[in-house]
Every structure is written in structure tokens, then in C-alpha cells.
């Protein structure tokens, strides 16, 4: 089973769908929590974990080990449901292992975040126990993005972590519905997903017929709405 978590930060989305059931978690970064309007960061954050005792993920901004590992304390005390989300580098390309292994031994729920290959699954599980939280974010969609397919690193990711129960490996930056299908086949335990693809993933089920004749009933509206003639 592959839960959805929303991809949000906007507190009146995510009020909406933390009533779906089909939304088992939230999943945000600090791009998305400036989109949202945020002012104070932690305030914000605690108002977001104050709506749902589902998993949230809140990320650290630092981009040093040191004050990494001083967020990510500050913000697993904001919630019992709280995962720190920590990047798998930093700015400068270091892998944050120092950090990862820290928080990890200090029984810190983790997100790993921006992660892109295999390699950097390796890295990341060797730096972790078999006990506490841990979900591993791969950026599909980024991957995609420039051309790169991004399943291989997902084959040989879910491979690698099978023995550690704690990990999750999680399908990140989803473009489309159908992403959902391919995490499920793959045997990713989550996908994070936009609300407006969430809407699409609801309605899943329309046979092929069905998608041609809503198409072309679309196309007939927008010609008669356009009064087209020739």
C-alpha cells in the first residue's frame, strides 16, 4: 500500500485535506511555507501541526551542521507527529551525515529530502539505526525534469533499505496522477501529491471511451461558447 501525504504549506488546504482519507500525511518546505504567506516560521509550523495528528514534515534551513542539528531539535519538540525534514546536503554539496546520524540517534522522526540517487540512499542508511523514523525523499519529477529516468534510483533505493522496517522511501516532486500508479507498482510507502492532482487521483477510474467522449464534448462547448464557424 502506497499512502498519499499533500505537498502543502497553505493552512485552508490543509484543513480540507486533512479530511480526506485518502491524505495519511503533510509534507512541506520552506518555498512552499513562503508561498503560503508565512511570517514566523515556528509559529506557522505549530498552527499546521495544531490541525492534524497526521505525519508532518517541517524542514530545517540552516545550511551548517551545527545549527542543522540545533533546528532539528527545536522542531521535533513542536509535535509528537512532527518529522524533521533534513536535506541529504547542503548547499555545498556536503552530505549532511553528521546531522542525519545526530538527530537519528537522538530518536528524531527524520524526512531526508532532496535526494536523487541510489548512492545517496547508501550513504544516508549508513548513517541511521533500525529503529527510529526515517523517510527517504526521492525527486522523481526534478529528475525527470532534465531528462533523467528516475525508477532505477527508486529499484535499487527500495532494494538497499528492505531490511531497515524503520524507512519509507517516498516518491517526491509528483508532475502527474499517474506518478501514484507508478510509486504503487514500484513499492514506494508514500507519495507526496499536490492537492489539484489529488482532486485527478479521486476521480481515477474512467474508461477509455468515456475520456473520448468528454474530450470531444469539450472540444464541441468551446466551439459553440466561441460561436466558430466556417
Known sequence: ???????????????????KKIVKGFTTNPSLMR???AKNYSKYSQ???????????????ADDNKNMILQGKKISKWGKNVFVKVPVTNSQGK???????????????????????????KKILKNINKKTKVIISIFAGRMSDVGKDPIPQFKESIKISKNYK????LWASTREPYNYIQAKQLGCQIITVPP???????KFGKNFNKLTTDTVKGFLIDTKKSKFRL
Open 1 to 19: 500500500m502506497t499512502k498519499i501525504f499533500c505537498d502543502i504549506a497553505d493552512i485552508n488546504l490543509i484543513r480540507k485535506f486533512n479530511k
Open 35 to 37: 508561498k503560503a504567506g
Open 47 to 61: 498552527q499546521i501541526l495544531k490541525i492534524t495528528t497526521k505525519p508532518v514534515s517541517c524542514e530545517v534551513f
Open 95 to 121: 552530505f549532511t551525515g553528521k546531522v542525519i546520524k545526530n538527530l537519528n540517534k537522538n530518536k528524531i522522526k527524520l524526512n531526508i529530502t532532496a535526494v536523487y540517487t541510489s548512492k545517496q540512499t
Open 166 to 169: 524503520n524507512v519509507e522511501i
Open 196 to 202: 489539484n492532482i489529488i482532486e485527478k487521483i479521486e
